[in-house]
Each structure stands twice: as structure tokens, then as C-alpha cells.
């Protein structure tokens, strides 16, 4: 695709359901993180995988937060039994990894917890 | 693991001055330094990079400064305009780990 894909573009969900998130990273990137951005504030690491290599998860608030990606394409991140505190926009970005840093973003979504 | 400090978290400049937003990290091993854009309601986008290697690079209006005994490295936009408003984040990224660390950002607004 043309850019970095992320959906739904909204999630509203009600306390202690789950929820899936899921990016669609530009073609031939290597690289993925997720990253949460609370209101009004900067970018909290959460994941980030490296081909095949084994995910950086040290960004991971809880054990309710995961995230899975198969080879170097979709990712999926999961929050279970959500909390108020997880209503945020949670960004994804890819890279061509290795010494190409430059992260391209996708929109985000933008996750609210009632 | 890394920590970056970003100040201030709100600059007010008039359009055509000059605005500097400073960025301190924690990790002697970092060595890579972007720069990321964010506009109202729009996706972060990388605006200037640079390596530990080089201490000064410059793109048109923007330049970024890096002082590696002092852990810190500075945005510097010359001769703003309007459209320069929006919120700015540095990152670093540790030689040990690979992913980058974020500042919490700055949201400049250029005063017509």
C-alpha cells in the first residue's frame, strides 16, 4: 500500500472488554513499533519487532497488553479486560529497519475505554 | 533504558523569528537523533535527523545541533511561518536497544 495502515480508526468499548488493533505496514518494511499517545502528551513506546528477530516488549505497560506480527507484515495488538487509563491513540510505524530509521506513521486509533 | 527530556512543552514565537526547542538524553550509547512533526489531528512525520557522528545539520529553514559530551541536541527553525505551527517531538534511539525514546513534546504556534 501506499502508507502505513491502521484499523478501526475508532474502537469505542466499555470496561473489561477486549480489543484488537490492527496495522498493515508499508510492503518491504522491516521494522514495526507500536506506540501509545495519551491526550496532549508525547509517544510511549510499547513494541517493536524486527523481522524475524524476537520483539522488544519492554514497553508493554501490563500483562494485558500484547502483540503478535507474522513475518514482516500485519501486526495485531491486543489489549484485554481494557481499562479507563487505556483510552488513547495507539500509533503505529514502520521502517525499512537496520540503518534506515526514518519511521513512517500511520494514523492511529484512537481507543476509548467507558 | 533511555530517557528524554523536552523543553519547553510551549513556544509562542511571531511569524519570521525564530523558535529553538532543546532536547537532553540519558544514554551515552545513543547515536541517532529525528526529529518528528506532528500536526493537528495528523500523523507524526519525520522532519530532520541526525547521527552522533555529525554535530550540526541543516535542511532549508530547519537545523538540528548535537552536543554529545552535554547529552543534548537542539531544533532550531529560522524565519517561521504559520505553517510551522504544530507539536514537535525529538526522539533517541539507544545503541543497545532499537527502538526510539520519544520527548514529550512541544507544541509551537507561530503568530501571524
Known amino acids: 500500500g501506499a502508507g502505513v495502515s491502521q484499523s478501526p480508526s475508532n474502537k469505542v468499548t466499555e470496561k473489561g472488554k477486549d480489543v484488537e488493533l490492527r496495522c498493515d505496514p508499508i510492503?518491504?518494511?522491516?521494522?514495526l513499533y507500536w506506540y501509545r499517545q495519551r491526550l496532549g502528551q508525547g509517544l510511549e513506546f510499547l513494541i517493536y519487532?524486527?523481522?524475524?528477530?524476537?520483539?522488544?516488549k519492554s514497553g508493554l505497560p501490563s500483562d494485558r497488553f500484547s502483540a503478535e506480527r507474522t513475518g514482516e507484515s500485519v501486526s495485531t495488538l491486543t489489549i484485554q479486560r481494557t481499562q479507563q487509563e487505556d483510552s488513547a491513540v495507539y500509533l503505529c510505524?514502520?521502517?525499512?529497519?537496520?540503518?534506515?530509521?526514518?519511521?513512517?506513521f500511520g494514523s492511529g486509533t484512537q481507543l476509548s475505554v467507558l | 533504558g533511555e530517557n528524554v527530556e523536552q523543553h519547553p512543552s510551549t513556544l509562542s514565537v511571531q511569524e519570521g523569528d525564530s523558535a529553538v526547542i532543546k532536547c537532553t538524553y540519558s544514554?551515552?550509547?545513543?547515536?541517532?537523533f529525528p526529529w518528528y512533526k506532528q500536526e493537528l489531528g495528523k500523523r507524526p512525520q519525520l522532519i530532520i535527523d541526525?547521527?552522533?557522528?555529525?554535530g550540526e545539520k541543516k535542511d532549508q529553514r530547519i537545523a538540528v545541533t548535537l552536543n554529545k559530551t552535554a547529552k543534548h541536541f537542539s531544533l532550531h527553525i529560522t524565519e517561521t511561518q504559520p505553517e510551522d505551527s504544530a507539536v514537535y517531538f525529538c526522539?533517541?534511539?539507544?545503541?543497545?536497544?532499537?527502538?526510539?525514546?520519544f520527548g514529550s513534546g512541544t507544541q509551537l504556534t507561530v503568530l501571524p
Open positions: 510505524a514502520s521502517s525499512l529497519g537496520r540503518l534506515n530509521e526514518k519511521l513512517f
Open positions: 510492503s518491504g518494511h522491516t521494522a
Open positions: 519487532f524486527q523481522g524475524n528477530s524476537a520483539p522488544d
Open positions: 544514554d551515552s550509547a545513543s547515536n541517532y
Open positions: 541526525i547521527r552522533s557522528n555529525v
Open positions: 526522539a533517541a534511539r539507544s545503541g543497545s536497544a532499537r527502538q526510539l525514546t
